[in-house]
């Protein structure tokens, strides 16, 4: 059976992607990356490939760690048999971005559970918003990650390298997927990586917004086996 190794994104614990670590087991072993000690995205992309359970592996990655996905794409393509990106990016901060990463890392010191509080409603939809169950979840999953790890991955952020010209570097069956309703990543970054990538396909979820595998899981679920049997048959 292949591995899948899947990476969180901004405050996340393995708790993101629980869903489909449970739907998914008929399909891989599942291995959940820890982005929460590298300083950068390129440390990042190594802590995973040392820690990932085999030598090639189906890669996916939600929101940051989408930028930690392209990353390994570009530090070890040899070992992704197949890529998926959820409510990502291939393109680099903008100089507004990075100036609203570091005014949150500033508040983060002092204001962090504030912090949080604002963050939620730009992450999920205004339906999702009134579900006590899935707000409460995003805010134990802050408090878990903590105000450290939260400003070490801004930092990694603000400063990651432009995906973007590599995409068409990229051969592996790819999935990209996105919430129709995401205002941190929008549809337009996912429908230009799916022009650049040679194999890729896009899915898009309604009703759903940044944080695709928490809002909607059923339809990822759907859509990451699909992929994965996509990846079974290229390899067969």
């Known amino acids: 059976m292949q591995r899948l190794v899947l990476l969180p994104g901004l405050l996340h614990d393995v708790r993101?992607?629980?869903p489909q670590a449970a739907a998914l087991t008929d399909y891989a072993h599942i291995f959940i990356g820890d982005l929460t000690l590298g300083d950068s995205i390129a440390?990042?992309?190594e802590g995973v490939l040392?820690?990932?359970?085999s030598e090639t592996f189906a890669?996916?990655?939600l929101s940051m760690g989408g930028y930690v996905a392209l990353e390994i794409m570009r530090q070890a393509p040899e070992r992704v048999t197949g890529l998926a990106l959820l409510d990502t990016s291939a393109r680099p901060d903008t100089a507004t971005t990075q100036e609203h990463r570091y005014a949150d890392i500033h508040k983060a010191r002092t204001q962090f559970e504030q912090l949080v509080e604002e963050l939620i409603p730009k992450q999920i939809t205004a339906d999702h918003y009134q579900d006590e169950k899935l707000v409460g979840l995003i805010k134990e999953m802050a408090q878990n990650t903590g105000s450290e790890v939260f400003i070490r991955q801004q930092i990694a952020m603000a400063n990651r390298a432009d995906s973007f010209p590599f995409l068409r570097d990229i051969h592996c069956p790819t999935l990209v997927l996105c919430g129709r309703e995401d205002v941190i990543t929008p549809l337009g970054l996912h429908q230009e990586m799916v022009s650049e990538i040679s194999n890729a396909g896009l899915v898009i979820v309604n009703d759903c917004g940044h944080l695709s595998t928490i809002e909607q899981p059923l339809r990822v679920n759907e859509a990451l086996a699909q992929w994965l049997e996509t990846i079974?048959?290229?390899?067969s």
């Open 16 to 18: 993101i992607w629980q």
């Open 43 to 45: 440390a990042m992309a």
């Open 232 to 235: 079974q048959s290229s390899a």
């Open 50 to 53: 040392q820690a990932a359970p």
């Open 59 to 61: 890669l996916a990655g």
